[in-house]
């Protein structure tokens, strides 16, 4: 095969990656939607935080590796950390609030939603599924919210942070979801562009040449 002819049949084979990287190249770049999709909720109010008492810390052992005062629905809380993990402690009477009861859990996620300027299109929260270490609960917008029961930190998505998430998997050529072959067709899609690049390069110098 002639080096023409080879350049020709790889190209047809790059621009179907070509048109992909660029439509979703350009969404990246625009990013319509993006702050919606990915709506940053956190159960830490950001004002002043002045209690009139705090107490020590006998109820989480001796092995503190870290240690925040936040101020929160539930008021100010401890979110420490140990050898054995992260918890939750009433700062003003020391009682552990970890892992957190349903009830708790609903409380921050609804004040945190307060506190988004996307809260209008949250909804109510409706069902709740209490697990071992989160509380997943289900707004009637659309969302689902997850909040740890140890300590307190949310998370969300939606329809269209799960197709963000998909647009950003076929852009970085992940189009099966089995990580060994999405590899190598990553590998292959960056192989096929040196192989359209060389013997354009080779065509080029010829025609210079002559």
Avoid at 38 to 66: C, F, H, N, W
Avoid at 155 to 181: A, C, E, P, V
Wanted: hydrophobic residues 45%; positive net charge.
């Amino acid at each position: 095969m002639s080096w023409a002819k080879a350049h020709r049949w790889l190209a047809i084979l790059l621009v179907v990656l070509l048109a992909v990287w660029s439509v979703t190249g350009l969404l990246f770049h625009l990013k319509p939607g993006w702050s919606r999709a990915y709506d940053m909720l956190s159960a830490e109010r950001r004002g002043p935080l002045q209690p009139s008492k705090l107490v020590a810390l006998s109820t989480v052992g001796d092995d503190i590796t870290g240690l925040e005062l936040i101020d929160t629905a539930l008021g100010p809380i401890y979110r420490v950390s140990t050898s054995q993990g992260t918890s939750l402690v009433d700062a003003t009477t020391g009682a552990k609030k970890s892992p957190l009861s349903l009830a708790d859990a609903r409380t921050l996620v609804a004040d945190a939603i307060s506190r988004s300027s996307h809260a209008a299109t949250y909804g109510e929260l409706e069902t709740a599924d209490l697990g071992d270490s989160k509380v997943a609960i289900a707004c009637s917008g659309g969302r689902t919210i997850e909040i740890s029961r140890n300590d307190g930190r949310i998370s969300q998505r939606g329809r269209d942070t799960d197709r963000i998430d998909w647009l950003y998997r076929i852009h970085y050529l992940q189009w099966t979801g089995n990580k060994t072959f999405d590899r190598a067709f990553s590998i292959f899609g960056l192989a096929l562009i040196w192989a359209v690049v060389f013997p354009g390069l080779v065509l080029f110098v010829r025609r210079w040449r002559a």
